[in-house]
């Protein structure tokens, strides 16, 4: 199904209710439509838009939903600063056919007497973000659970800039039985290969500029694997980020299923970087083949 063919005369519903998407819900069942699902924090950009479209070329119809998970936050000063611009959002995305909007506030998304069996992480979840967030996946289950069960979406698709969040998402739909196919989608990038993210908002100019030093540092990783060791290349890229003026929280090459660090390299792999340019903690990742 391609964009143009999904209905334009229906105009975008917002809903703000649980009620709301249960009987919407309902109503998609019986007419047998097929619902993706974007799970979002807003402040909504060409990265999302992308997910969104692809979303819409895949099923029926199409459930956005924008909440500010703060249950996914480690600091509060994290959460105060994230971007929150939903008549902005709504305008994005007024031009794409049969979507529906969900952006509940923080009671309907967790009713108080709305029952959550959390999943263990497992390893994966301590490795990486699991590590310098503590609680920031348990967050991002705790939320996305409550997601799925209520949205019940034949797809869902997710960024691939959030890879850990990525494997963490096909484990909880597997230890939740949800049945859903997760679509993981491309990491869309600024010209000049900056990854797009919410938090680049908060960037000014000049830190603009220095960001671009995460997605350097990562394509010369990329460009030699097994040509240098793999510390050589983490030591080569971590200096491109740091000489840009950021702080590395960390810069892994990891197994992409495990997200194990390597010891040496493999066929595949996948270079983790988050750094502070200022205040703002971005993350960025590239998947690193062996061209030997
Ligand atoms: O990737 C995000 O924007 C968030 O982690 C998500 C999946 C919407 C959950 O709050």
Redesign the pocket.
Known sequence: MSVSNCRKDEAMQTFVTRQEIILWRAQQRTAQKQIGFV???GALHPGHLSLVEQACRENDVVLI?I?V?PK?FNQNADLQSYPRMLSADLALLQHLPNLVIFAPNENEMYPADLPFAPMPLGKIGQLLEGAHRPGHFEG?VH??HHLFALVQPQKAY??QK?FQ?LAI?RLLNNFYSFGIDIIGCETIRESDGLAMSSRNLRLTHAQRKNAVSISRALQLVKANVGKISLEEAKIAASAIIEQAGLEIDYLEIVDPITLENCTEWQQMQVCCVAAFCGEVRLIDNMLCESVL
């Open positions: 799970p979002t924090m939903s909440f998970n996914q991002v939320v996305v997710f960024g959030d969040q998402i």
